[in-house]
């Protein structure tokens, strides 16, 4: 059994925690890893906040978990514990289902609910949270944020870097490129270019 840290110790870290706490023989949580040293004043855990993520210096058998929303602030919160190659684990829910033609990589999330089709590629350090749909030979990328209750339907192509809101539905073959997000409840077709914001039915940009 290996000793788990997560990164980030806000609702999505104590989330994460109870997916592990409800049905887990790998792991052994062991604190979590925040630079906000009360953030679990209201909520306490035991144990709780055992250090900062930019100044951690790992032990042996341990496996870290990134558990922070915002897909830049996960990256940028996890930049010291990759240059030093610490292991990130990656974990798939089991009220989740999975095809076993599909991949996941390092320090991906899979929440509880979620339905992942055949030969899905789910790139490495993306979330995937409650009751999303993930059809067959879709593609997703590095480092997204994938909200609740969304489908995104077979052969689509998602980027890196992006978010999706909760209620979103990806159609058929549509590309999303990097650094775009989805407000929630849209519907997207076609392509959506880098860096943009959308948001409706269909997707339209969206500026502030």
């Known amino acids: 059994m290996k000793?788990?840290?997560?990164?980030?110790?806000?609702?999505?870290?104590?989330?994460?925690?109870?997916y592990i706490e409800s049905d887990n023989p790998?792991?052994?949580?062991?604190?979590?890893?925040?630079?906000?040293?009360?953030?679990?004043?209201?909520?306490?855990?035991?144990?709780?906040i055992i250090g900062?993520?930019?100044?951690?210096?790992?032990?042996?058998?341990?496996?870290?978990?990134?558990?922070?929303?915002?897909?830049?602030?996960?990256?940028k919160y996890t930049e010291h514990l990759r240059n030093i190659e610490v292991?990130?684990?990656?974990m798939v829910h089991p009220m989740a289902h999975m095809s076993k033609s599909s991949?996941?990589?390092?320090?991906?999330?899979?929440?509880?609910?979620?339905?992942?089709?055949?030969?899905v590629h789910i790139?490495?350090?993306?979330?995937?949270?409650?009751?999303?749909?993930?059809g067959?030979?879709?593609?997703?990328?590095?480092?997204?944020q994938i909200n609740s209750h969304c489908t995104?339907?077979?052969n689509c192509r998602i980027g890196n870097f992006v978010k999706i809101g909760p209620n979103c539905v990806v159609l058929n073959g549509a590309v999303v490129e990097d650094h775009v997000t989805i407000a929630p409840g849209s519907v997207v077709y076609g392509r959506i270019k880098t860096g943009m914001t959308v948001l409706g039915n269909p997707a339209r940009r969206f500026v502030y």
């Not at 790139?123 to 993930?134: D, K």
């Not at 067959?136 to 997204?144: F, L, Q, R, S």
Request: proline share 6%; net charge negative; aromatic share 10%.
């Open 3 to 18: 000793d788990l840290i997560i990164v980030g110790a806000g609702g999505f870290g104590r989330e994460l925690l109870t």
């Open 26 to 48: 790998i792991f052994q949580f062991k604190g979590f890893l925040d630079n906000r040293s009360n953030i679990l004043d209201k909520t306490p855990r035991v144990p709780g």
């Open 52 to 75: 900062t993520p930019d100044t951690f210096v790992p032990g042996s058998n341990q496996v870290f978990m990134a558990a922070i929303g915002e897909p830049q602030a996960r990256f």
């Open 87 to 90: 292991d990130f684990g990656h």
């Open 103 to 119: 991949s996941i990589g390092r320090g991906s999330i899979i929440g509880p609910r979620v339905g992942i089709s055949v030969d």
């Open 123 to 134: 790139g490495e350090f993306t979330c995937i949270q409650e009751y999303t749909v993930i």
């Open 136 to 144: 067959h030979d879709a593609v997703i990328g590095n480092w997204c």
């Open 152 to 154: 995104l339907s077979g």
